[in-house]
């Protein structure tokens, strides 16, 4: 927040594609696309990192891998995780759960996640438009061809609607946003 989110300053990428919001003058910034629980990984990089990752950025980049891989020191066959959170105001939460899969060369992950939130007031005890709803679901399948190569292939949808604007003569009635991928991996250096 105080490098801003201007696209010219701080870049939302997925993979190394360059992501946008649906307003020219940034008022959905990518962020609100990027549920936990629909990535793989996310990277913030918080400054310029050269011509690995894209076109650079002056105050960084959040970068997004869709698909999912398990961590180097994964033993088991099968794996879960939830998460939830609630304000203090009783007025905002957030549900999210996903399952992990390895079989042989396969890996595969599949995830949710709810949010909904309402009005609030602010400090000087004003009713402050914030109500919003959304739903994302992901799933990403890779097959390891070999130990240097992979293949995967991801999907993921948001929906948001209902949305109200605090600071802005504007809502948002209904969103839905869809993200495909599909990639083949050769890693290694160079020599």
Not at 136 to 146: E, F, M, V
Request: glycine fraction near 16%; proline fraction near 6%.
């Amino acid at each position: 927040q105080l490098r801003g989110l201007g696209g010219e300053r701080v870049r939302t990428q997925v993979g190394v594609l360059p992501l946008f919001g649906a307003c020219p003058a940034r008022l959905d910034p990518p962020l609100v696309y990027l549920l936990p629980q629909t990535s793989g990984a996310l990277r913030l990089n918080l400054g310029s990192d050269g011509a690995e990752a894209g076109p650079a950025a002056m105050g960084g980049r959040i970068q997004l891998r869709p698909d999912w891989e398990p961590p180097a020191d994964w033993t088991g066959s099968l794996a879960g995780d939830a998460s939830f959170g609630f304000a203090s105001d009783g007025l905002r939460s957030r549900l999210g759960a996903g399952a992990a899969t390895v079989m042989g060369g396969f890996q595969g992950r599949v995830a949710v996640d709810l949010g909904r939130g309402g009005d609030y007031r602010s400090g000087g005890g004003l009713t402050v438009p914030g109500k919003h709803e959304h739903v994302g679901a992901s799933a990403s399948l890779a097959y390891r061809i070999k130990a240097d190569q992979r293949f995967f292939v991801s999907l993921a949808h948001v929906r948001e609607s209902d949305v109200d604007h605090p600071a802005l003569p504007m809502n948002n009635d209904l969103t839905d946003f869809w993200m495909a991928h599909m990639g083949y991996r050769l890693e290694g250096g160079v020599v």
